[in-house]
């Protein structure tokens, strides 16, 4: 096994890509982990009208970001994505998705500190929602963002955020 400093460096962590906090050079919106979820896990039963809906708007998301749309996520949305599918698809075909994410230039990927992890609690405790959603937010507003790529209802509850699921 190699050791970690010398793995390449296939996922650039952190203001990534050119892109700068808070300036002009940042994508515009941030992509939550639902968008991977609904886009490529397969339903273990017939879905409904709505969420057959909902996985086709998440398709054509990840088309977009595919295609070369810029978009922001943080590292701890990527882990929330690789669990998810891991458990839910074959290992390679999980890693494969993945690493095509994490390659893509037009991705930025933003770490996270104890701050910020301190701030999503807070935030989380006071709006009713989750410490990842609330997160996300944290992140978002510190990086000038507010708009997200979610099919999550729980970021209506935070203000300044607008939600976008097409």
């Known amino acids: 096994m190699q050791s970690r400093s010398t793995w390449p460096q296939t996922c650039p962590i952190g203001v990534a890509f050119g892109a700068k906090s808070g300036n002009a050079d940042m994508p515009s919106r941030f992509v939550d982990a639902s968008v991977f979820v609904h886009a490529y896990l397969k339903p273990r039963r017939r879905l409904k009208d709505h969420e057959e809906k909902i996985k086709a708007h998440a398709r054509a998301i990840i088309t ?11 590292s701890v949305h990527l882990a929330e994505v690789a669990n998810i599918l891991e458990d839910r698809m074959p290992l390679e075909d999980a890693r494969t998705i993945q690493l ?12 996270v500190g104890r701050s910020d992890v301190i701030d999503a609690l807070a935030l989380g405790s006071d709006k009713g929602v989750g410490t990842s959603d609330a997160l996300a937010a944290v992140l978002m507003q510190s990086n000038g963002l507010t708009e997200l790529y979610s099919f999550d209802r729980d970021f209506d509850r935070i203000e300044g955020l607008r939600r976008v699921d097409r």
């Not at 977009?64 to 943080?74: D, F, K, L, P, Y």
């Not at 095509?100 to 770490?111: A, K, N, P």
């Open 100 to 111: 095509g994410l994490c390659s893509r230039e037009t991705v930025t990927v933003l770490s």
């Open 64 to 74: 977009r970001i595919n295609r070369g749309e810029a978009v922001v996520t943080s």
